[in-house]
C-alpha cells in the first residue's frame, strides 16, 4: 500500500489561467508573480509608514504604526540612533523589505 498524501490546496494564475499551488509567488507556467496570499498579507501600507519614518523616525513613530512597540521606545530613547535606525528603515520600507509586528512584508502603497 502506498503513503496517503492529502491534495494541496490550487489557484488559478492572473495572467495564463493555469492552476497553480495556492500559496505559489510566482507562476511556474508564466513566471508572472501572483498576490500574496491573504493570510500573509498585512492592512498596514507602505505610505503612511513612510511618511511617519520620514517626518517623525527619530521617534520611531513608524515602528508604533506596524506594532513594534519594543523597538520603538528604544528607538524613541536613542532618538533613532541618531537617525540611522530611521534612514535604514526608510530604505527598507521603499524597497518593500520593512515588517510589521507579526513577521509580514508590507508591500501595499495605499
Same mark, same amino acid.
Given at each position: ?21 495556492? @500559496? ?6 508564466? /513566471?508572472?508573480? *501572483?498576490?500574496?496570499?491573504? @493570510? ?6 507602505? !505610505? ?11 521617534? /520611531? ?8 512597540? /519594543?523597538?520603538?521606545?528604544? *528607538? !524613541?530613547?536613542?532618538?533613532? =540612533?541618531?537617525?540611522? #535606525? ?9 524597497? =518593500? @523589505? ?9 508591500? @501595499? #502603497?495605499?
Amino acid at each position: 500500500m502506498g503513503t496517503y498524501m492529502p491534495a494541496r490546496p490550487t489557484k488559478f494564475c492572473l495572467a495564463c489561467n493555469r492552476v497553480i499551488d495556492a @500559496e505559489a509567488v510566482v507562476c511556474t507556467s508564466c /513566471g508572472v508573480m *501572483q498576490p500574496l496570499p491573504r @493570510e500573509l498579507a498585512t492592512d498596514k501600507r507602505i !505610505l503612511p509608514a513612510g511618511l511617519l519614518c520620514f517626518f517623525l523616525g527619530v521617534f /520611531g513613530a513608524h515602528r508604533f504604526y506596524v506594532g513594534k512597540i /519594543g523597538t520603538g521606545i528604544l *528607538q !524613541l530613547l536613542t532618538l533613532g =540612533g541618531l537617525g540611522i #535606525w530611521m534612514l535604514v528603515d526608510l530604505i527598507m520600507l521603499v524597497s =518593500g @523589505e520593512f515588517k510589521d509586528k507579526e513577521g509580514n512584508r508590507i508591500t @501595499e #502603497w495605499t
